[in-house]
């Protein structure tokens, strides 16, 4: 079984932004396979349903980023996932726009929602799947960043890059990540 937790906050005024993309892989895996979520007693919307054959439970926090790792815990703890079941999808301002980048382990960066994850594991021994939404301009809070929409030329790669994500993300749970870091770890046009 695995665990696909994607980092965003609830809320319409959220929706579309450079911090939510990881909910946007996780709504397109849900459409894409036919799995609905429900709102549950955890700190959460949780959805479980087959990907490819194999179980998967469907996360989306509603802690808002920075209090991730409370959801996470909560819905590990009550399906009894191990940290090597969970794929945690996030955004990545020091990755340019669209490019994707896997790792199997590794610590929070300057991601607050991952830093919350690793908090309350104790430990970064997991995979995370970090779609660009950068680079950070110059002159500008990094919460702003995150916060704001992506820019018109900026829209058609970053609907691309969540499919490709949602693809890793598949590839991870049928075969194994080495094979989705050797597929995705690379620019979409390589």
């Known amino acids: 079984m695995q665990m696909i937790v994607g980092v965003g906050n ?4 959220y929706k579309n932004t450079r911090h939510n993309v990881g909910f946007d892989v996780v709504n397109t895996l849900a459409e894409t396979w ?8 955890f700190s959460g919307q949780v959805a479980e349903g087959i990907i490819l054959g194999q179980k998967v439970i469907l996360v989306k926090p509603t802690t808002y980023v920075n209090k991730s790792g409370e959801c996470v815990l909560q819905v590990m703890n009550y399906y009894a996932v191990e940290r090597h079941e969970l794929i945690v999808v996030l ?4 990755l340019p726009v669209g490019r994707i980048r896997i790792r199997s382990a ?3 960066g300057t991601h607050n929602g991952l830093r919350s994850i690793v908090d309350y594991l104790g430990a970064g021994d997991f995979a995370r799947v970090r779609i660009g939404v950068g680079p950070l301009p110059e002159n500008i809070d ?6 704001s929409r992506f820019k ?6 970053i609907k691309k890059a969540i499919k490709r994500a949602a693809n890793a993300v598949e590839v991870i749970t049928n075969d ?3 094979v989705a870091q050797t597929q995705f770890n690379c ?3 390589e």
Do not use: W
Not at 152 to 157: C, H, I, P, R
């Open 152 to 157: 018109s030329d900026e829209k058609e790669s």
């Open 34 to 41: 036919g799995i609905a979520f429900k709102q549950t007693r």
């Open 187 to 189: 620019q979409p046009h």
């Open 10 to 13: 609830p809320g319409l005024e």
């Open 142 to 147: 990094i919460a702003d960043f995150v916060l």
């Open 91 to 94: 955004d990545d301002f020091d």
């Open 106 to 108: 590794g610590g929070a």
């Open 176 to 178: 194994c990540i080495e």
